[in-house]
Each structure stands twice: as structure tokens, then as C-alpha cells.
């Protein structure tokens, strides 16, 4: 199959951030019960999502998406002050006033400019109680707001609601700072604007799964509208068909609905301190076999970035899908086969998804963005059992290299870099790659995806006794092995788990596939069917899990409805259902000693991680024996080749095609021509140009090449091998620190190539 990039890859995007919609009536999310209403909003639904009026919108118009707003606030002017009358005795009241001012301005000055300029570097302009004019009503532009629980917030389209964060969370909202960097979401967690500190500080975050990347289970109605769909690219090809309904077009709606503002403040008020944001490769560009929605996405991306900045929430921003399917599952785009690194276009789909990697580094390294993302997963679940543990870590540590090239190396440059386990557990990746600068380790336990078939009761109790054998089998079977990768390997973290401990839920084995618990599974599909039995299990099992696992992310914060039951029918893995019905702690502190409580034991981590693994002293030196082993690039052999295939003839790209760079939100109202919104690239000196295909030469199908032939002769035929490299800029010691790259590399130039003596068709995994 042949098939082209884009000609459009420099088109600038239709940004549309945080836009105000032209609403008829008011959209209102649903909400956690704890979160009380105001007298502005009305109750939604519950979980409501699809064909529901409270939850469609229209669209950012057109002719504003270019204009995208990131914080709109509308201009009101501040109440008059009421007036004090010293009619009587006005030289008494006026030496009272002037003492009372001396002894204020004594007190407040040293605390405002000591204590509080220096720990938010911003103006606060407001109570804590409250925002604007203490009613929700925006205040003049170019004013601080700043709010703590009960305060009232209205956003972007004029909705109003009450923000309850009883853990002393505050957020900040400057048009003339949009970066400002000062909220926290509560009073253990240090402002973003403050440093993490790993082995301290605890993460207690939630995934906004089915947002950006579309799962059957977490977005049902989309799917169970077009009978057939069964992954996105199923659903895009069917949508985008479908005219008479908008097409793909669709797609922003949902974008535009799913998760609001108010579902961010939820997420602070209920103790939680960080997100993990799933996004598509797609978000960047599609190439025209694709049928998905390209480049629509960001601006709402950008949005869900800007939300979590304002109520101080930091970010795991995770490429969750990659070119070809890096899994073969349902959520890396298309489910079938592994493509990534894996077939006849396993090495040119690894070009692709080191480009898109390396797009987004440059993006959130930007000082206006890595504070608010510290952390980036750079392939989500690679099934490593099919790609291979060598090929993978070879992958890794060009990526590694890639990275911090950019970036630079040590505390402060940069994201951390996030890596999953492969599914093989966090045991088999002790001693990785010792002493690369600040890569983590994520691993995502679940009981439902075990091949387990114990269907033991959780619904035993109240108490301790509550969960039966789940709450301790939690504890015994991820607390040991995360404790020990935490020495072994370096920061570990859950960056997925849930409350599924069975695999029952509407499509959550995939549309069409079965799942079971005993006899049947509907029990589990409603959880207005639950008693007070069910919901304490549940929640000891929760505490346990959220205890064992330490530094965790459940999937995932919200489920959609059903459009046939007009419920959410995978309750288990709402974390929002849950704060309603409550099987989740409001709380998520409380669940620490739990796995002591059940006299449950193991290793114990003593805080202290080594050096390097933070970005201290020997970050970037990687010790010689990896260098040796997974230093050249591309790895051999690939695996999924037919017999005796020659792995020098395998199709890859060339390096000629300009970057798509991802562009920063348009702000409104403009703020003072000091701001600076960035560019969307950190490192002015990467110039490297991005992957495409050879002139003149056919490829396989990229999705589905598996089982290809090989290619018998070079495309196109040059007389010679040409190497396979990959773009490593050199960073200028005046902007960040560097150290030499590990993969083997020629230093000539300001877009130093790392070159592979292994033979190829083209000339670049940039």
C-alpha cells in the first residue's frame, strides 16, 4: 500500500483554547455529591455524557478558534468600598486610622513580601474566600484572582460554580501572568512554582482517560453509535463517513464536553495533587492513510494544561498512542497488530514516534510549561513479550539521549522521563540503564487483566474484615515489588490502576468481547445496585491498593454513559462514581498504614533515591556496560520478520519534510507585551527536519505490515548503504547543560547525527 505525507504539515493549526462558547444554555458537568452546587448551577445527571442537553454545546466558532482564548475574563468593575462616617469627632477617628495603618502595615508588609510575593510571586487580589467581586463576576483584566474552598468560580463560557477544597488548596488566575505558576491544590502539596521532591512529596493523581484517546468502555455512546467501531480508527472511518451527524467534527464536541473546568477543581478537592493526560500522536499531525482527526486535539490539550496550571495541579503528559500500535490494544489506535519496532515497518514507525517524541520535548520543555509538566511517558504500554527487552531498551536510551539533548541534563532541564514496564513487572528492569538522567519506571497493576478467575466475594463486610481476600492480596502483590524497584531501579510509580478487580464492564475486554465474574457480570454494571457491604469492600480495597502502590494514577477520573442505560455500566473504574457513592476516600492520606493494618509486610523504601536518578551529580554518565549493549541503533535483529529476512533492507524514511511544530495558545485577553507564550521550541539549535517517505519508493501497510513481504532490494537503489542516524542537536553550554550522547555519535555540526553502521534505505530516525 503507498501512501504520502501531507502536503499540509506547515499549515498553522485552528487553535481553539479555552475559547468562550456561544452557549444557549448553560453546560453543567456532573459533579462529586460532596461538591455542592451553587445557586447559579444546576444539578446534572449523574456522570451524564452523551444525548443529555447538559451536556452538548456548540462549538468554538470558527472565525475564534485563531483567537484561541486561554483565560477570558470579562470586565467588571469592583464594588465601591463602603464609606466609614467620622462626621463626629473626625481628628479622633483620623489619629485611630493613623495608627491602625502603622500597626498593619507593620505586620502585613513583612509577611506579604517575606512569606507570601516569594512564595507565589504574584499579586493576590483577592480574598481566598473568593474571586472578582466576591459573586464569581470576573474582575477588570489584567487583575490576580485568587480563591480557596467556597470561593466562586466562573469560567471561560460564563458557568458558575462553587470550588470546595476542604485541604486548603488555592488557585491563580492572572491574564497579565497566564503563567504564573504559584497554586497549589492543597496544603501538602508544594506550589508548582516550588520543587517536587521525589521520596518526600506523594502522588496521588487520577488519568482523564477517553478524552483525547477514545476508549470503547470509557466512552461507550460514541461507539455504541456506530455499530462496527471497535477502536478509533474503526470509529473515525465510520464518523467521518456519517456527514448528515458532523462527521469527524464530532470528535470536538467531545474534546469540547468530556472534562470541564469543573471537573479539573473536583479533582483538587478531593485531595488529589496530579493528572495523567493521555494524548494521540495525531494531536502533532496524521499521515493521509490515517483516518484520524489531526491536530484538533491540541488547543484542547492546551486548555486541560491551563486548567490544571490555575488549580495547581502538575501533569503526566502520555503519548498514548504510536505509529502502527506499539501494543496491538484498542487504545494505541488501532487494535491488530504491533507495528512499532516490530515487522517490515517496525523500524520506520519507530522514526515516526521518535519525532513525535521528540516534538513534544520541545514543547513542554519551554519554561512557560515544565513546571506545570514534569513528567513525560513516552510510550504508553509497549508490549515488550512481541518487540523484545533488548529492542526496547535500545529505543530507550536513543530516546534518552534525544531528550536531553534537548532539554540538557540534571535537576530542572527538562521533563522526567517516563517509561512502562512492558507489562514484564518492575523486577526486570533493576539496574536499567544506571545512570541516565531521570527516567521513571511505571507499571500498571490489575487484577482484571490477570487470567485470574478467583471470583472470591469483596462485599464480606465492614472494617478490616471488609474486601475479603482483595484488600490484602493488593497489599502482598504490588507492595514488595514496588518497594523494591524504588532502590532497584529509581523512582516507581502506578501510572494506572482501578477498582476492577474482575473484568467486568461494557466493553472493557473491547467491543464485542465477553467478560465474566461467576455466572454474570451485571451486578457490577450499576452501582445504584450497591449496599453498604459492597461499597465497604470496595473502599478497603481501595485504601490498600492506593497504599501498596505509593506514588499512583487510578484509570480513570471519569466513564461515560451508556446511551442504551443513560448510566455508566464500568463503574469500577470511575473515580468520580466512586466520590459519589463512596468506595473512594475523599482523602486519599487516609489510605497510608493500611497494609500495616492488615499485617501485611515486605521491604520498605527509606526515601532516599541515588543521585543520578534525580538529576544530581552523574546524571547522563551511563555506565559503559549499557552503552555497549544497547548503544547502537537500529537494534538486531527486529523481531516479526519472516525467515531469513535481511534486516538492512527493512523501509525506514528520509529526513526532508518540515517539522510540524505544535504552536502555543493565543491569549486572551492579551496580556502585557512582556509575556512571552513561547514558540512551541525549546532548543533553537535542534534544526533536524522530520521523517517521510522516499520518493518513488512503495511501502507496506504501516498498521499492518507483520506479515509482509520483505523488500528485496534497497528503494531507492543508491549502490551503497546508507546509514540509519538519528537527529542528537548539540546544545550550547550558555543555555543547558549537556554531556556527551551515549549512542554513537558524530559531533560536526549543530545537528549532530547519530550514526549506525547497520545498512538501510534512508538516512534518518530523526
Known amino acids: 500500500m503507498s ?7 506547515a499549515d498553522p493549526f485552528v487553535a481553539a483554547l479555552n475559547t468562550p462558547l456561544d452557549l444557549s444554555q448553560s453546560l453543567e458537568p456532573p459533579r462529586a455529591s460532596y461538591l455542592s452546587p451553587s445557586s447559579d448551577t444546576a444539578v446534572s445527571p449523574r456522570d451524564s455524557y452523551a444525548d443529555t442537553p447538559d451536556n452538548v454545546s456548540p462549538l468554538v466558532p470558527e472565525n475564534e478558534k485563531r483567537d484561541a482564548i486561554a483565560y477570558t475574563q470579562e470586565s467588571r468593575e469592583e464594588p465601591a468600598l463602603r464609606k466609614r462616617s467620622i462626621l463626629r469627632r473626625p481628628l479622633f477617628w483620623l489619629i485611630a486610622l493613623a495608627a491602625v495603618t502603622i500597626v498593619v502595615l507593620a505586620i502585613i508588609l513583612p509577611v506579604y513580601f517575606v512569606v507570601i510575593k516569594h512564595h507565589n510571586n504574584s499579586t493576590v487580589g483577592t480574598s481566598a474566600g473568593g474571586s472578582g467581586d466576591g459573586n464569581g463576576n470576573p474582575p477588570p483584566p489584567g487583575t490576580t484572582t485568587t480563591g480557596g474552598n467556597g470561593s466562586v468560580i466562573t469560567t471561560a463560557d460564563g458557568t458558575k460554580f462553587t470550588y470546595l477544597n476542604p485541604f486548603g488548596g488555592i488557585w491563580v488566575d492572572n491574564p497579565n501572568d497566564p503563567f504564573n505558576n504559584g497554586a497549589y491544590p492543597n496544603s ?21 482517560g477517553g478524552l483525547f484517546v477514545l476508549e470503547p468502555f470509557i466512552t461507550p455512546a460514541l461507539y455504541q453509535k456506530y455499530p462496527g467501531s471497535v477502536d478509533e480508527w474503526t470509529l473515525s472511518t465510520l464518523m467521518a463517513a456519517d456527514t448528515a451527524s458532523g462527521g469527524l467534527q464530532q470528535l470536538e464536541t467531545h474534546y469540547n464536553t468530556f472534562i470541564t473546568e469543573q471537573d479539573i477543581a473536583e479533582i483538587a478537592g478531593a485531595g488529589l495533587n496530579w493528572i495523567r493526560l493521555p494524548i494521540p500522536f495525531w494531536a502533532v499531525e496524521k499521515w493521509d492513510f490515517e483516518p484520524f482527526l489531526e491536530k484538533v486535539c491540541w488547543p484542547y490539550i492546551l486548555r486541560v494544561l491551563q486548567w490544571a496550571r490555575k488549580y495547581g495541579i502538575r501533569v503526566n503528559l502520555d503519548l498514548h498512542t504510536i505509529p502502527g500500535s506499539q501494543n496491538g490494544y484498542n487504545h494505541s489506535g488501532k487494535s491488530g497488530s504491533i507495528n512499532f519496532l516490530n515487522g517490515v515497518m517496525g523500524l520506520a514507525n519507530a522514526q515516526r514516534a521518535l519525532d513525535y517524541i521528540r516534538i513534544i520535548t520541545e514543547f513542554i520543555s519551554q519554561p512557560e510549561w515544565v513546571d506545570v509538566v514534569p513528567l513525560f511517558s513516552i510510550v504508553n504500554e509497549a508490549l515488550v513479550s512481541t518487540i523484545g527487552t533488548d529492542q526496547i531498551i535500545t529505543f530507550y536510551l536513543l530516546a534518552h539521549d534525544m531528550i536531553r539533548n534537548i532539554t540538557g541534563y540534571g535537576e530542572g532541564h527538562g521533563p522526567y522521563i517516563v517509561i512502562h514496564d512492558g507489562f514484564l513487572g518492575t523486577a526486570a528492569w533493576a539496574d536499567f540503564l544506571q545512570g541516565s538522567d531521570r527516567i521513571i519506571l511505571d507499571t500498571h497493576p490489575y487484577f482484571a487483566f490477570d487470567s485470574q478467575s478467583d471470583w472470591a466475594p469483596i462485599a464480606t463486610g465492614t472494617g478490616l474484615s471488609a474486601g475479603g481476600i482483595w484488600p490484602q492480596q493488593a497489599c502482598s502483590a504490588w507492595g514488595p515489588g514496588i518497594n523494591t524497584s524504588q532502590t ?43 449496599n453498604s457491604s459492597m461499597i465497604a469492600g470496595l473502599n478497603e480495597f481501595t485504601l490498600a491498593s492506593m497504599d501498596a502502590l505509593q506514588n499512583w494514577f487510578f484509570w480513570t477520573w471519569k466513564v461515560g454513559n451508556s446511551s442504551t442505560t443513560n448510566s ?9 462514581l466512586g466520590l459519589q457513592y463512596g468506595w473512594i476516600p475523599t482523602d486519599p492520606r487516609t489510605a497510608v498504614g493500611t497494609c500495616a493494618a492488615l499485617g501485611v509486610t515486605g521491604p520498605q523504601f527509606d526515601g532516599v533515591y541515588l543521585p543520578y536518578q534525580t538529576g544530581g551529580p552523574g546524571a547522563g554518565t551511563i555506565v559503559a556496560a549499557s552503552v555497549t549493549s544497547y548503544g547502537q541503533y537500529p537494534p538486531t535483529p527486529i523481531n516479526g520478520l519472516t525467515a531469513g529476512a535481511i534486516q538492512s533492507l527493512l523501509p525506514t524514511y528520509t529526513s526532508t519534510s518540515a517539522v510540524p511544530t505544535l504552536p502555543p495558545p493565543t491569549l486572551s485577553p492579551s496580556p502585557s507585551p512582556s509575556v512571552n507564550v513561547g514558540n512551541g521550541w525549546f532548543n533553537s539549535g535542534d534544526t533536524g527536519l522530520a521523517p517521510t517517505q522516499v520518493q518513488g519508493c512503495t511501502y507496506p501497510n504501516a498498521w499492518d505490515a507483520v506479515s509482509s513481504p520483505m523488500p528485496t532490494a534497497l528503494c531507492p537503489s543508491t549502490g551503497g548503504a ?16 549537556t554531556k556527551s550522547t551515549s549512542v554513537t555519535t558524530t559531533s560536526t555540526s549543530i545537528t549532530t547525527s547519530t550514526s549506525v553502521t547497520t545498512t538501510s534505505t534512508t538516512t534518518s530516525l530523526a
Open 722 to 737: 546508507t546509514p540509519v542516524t538519528a537527529t542528537t542537536p548539540v546544545i550550547a553550554p550558555t543555555s543547558v547543560t
Open 188 to 208: 501538602w502539596t508544594p506550589p508548582l512554582n516550588s520543587s517536587w521532591t521525589w521520596g518526600v512529596d506523594k502522588v496521588y493523581g487520577v488519568n482523564l
Open 488 to 530: 532497584a531501579f529509581g523512582v516507581t510509580i502506578a501510572g494506572e490502576f482501578s477498582d476492577g478487580y474482575n473484568d467486568c464492564g461494557l466493553y472493557l475486554t473491547g467491543v464485542g468481547n465477553t467478560d465474566s465474574y461467576g455466572t454474570t457480570c451485571s451486578l457490577f454494571l450499576d452501582a445504584s445496585q450497591w
Open 568 to 576: 455508566v455500566q464500568s463503574p469500577l473504574w470511575s473515580y468520580q
Open 3 to 9: 501512501s504520502s505525507r501531507p502536503d499540509s504539515l
